[in-house]
């Protein structure tokens, strides 16, 4: 898409399309029909990330969650993390297809291989306002970054 911002993290750049909303958690909604949304990992996410290979989810389907709630738990090449829901809400459904196979996470982040349906009356930030988040937020990620690799 032409409409896509883009958020530079060193040599490679993060696409942050504008047809959807996101959290300041570096997940992406993306509204489907009446108040339901699709969520998944933004670019950036899956970048720091890097190559996921496991996912698993500590909460059934159609669970009320708070904000800082562990829901799950993804393992990639960097590191064992827990996930969060993007604001507090009710997961209605995963996406059963990366249950067992969560490779899509790292090749379609923002088409197939979405985490899960979700309602929440919080109100999700627009794509430009997510791009200042980032560049809050780069010095710092940098910095987390290269202490991993100094590890």
């Given at each position: 898409?032409?409409?896509?911002?883009?958020?530079?993290?060193?040599q490679y750049k993060a696409v942050i399309p504008q047809d959807r909303v996101y959290s300041p958690r570096h997940l992406w909604l993306q509204r489907q029909e009446n108040d339901?949304?699709?969520?998944?990992?933004?670019?950036?996410?899956v970048r720091l990330l890097q190559d996921v290979y496991f996912l698993e989810w500590?909460?059934?389907e159609d669970t009320e969650v708070r904000e800082k709630q562990e829901i799950g738990e993804i393992e990639s090449s960097k590191a064992l993390s827990s996930l969060f829901p993007p604001f507090a809400g009710r997961i209605h459904r995963f996406n059963p297809e990366i249950?067992?196979?969560p490779s899509a996470i790292n090749a379609e982040p923002y088409s197939g291989g979405w985490l899960y349906e979700f309602t929440t009356d919080e109100s999700p930030i627009a794509a430009e306002e997510y791009v200042e988040v980032l560049q809050q937020g780069w010095e710092t990620a940098q910095r987390t970054i290269k202490g991993q690799l100094n590890d």
């Open positions: 898409m032409s409409d896509d911002l883009h958020f530079m993290m060193g339901l949304y699709r969520v998944g990992f933004t670019a950036y996410s500590h909460i059934d249950l067992n196979d």
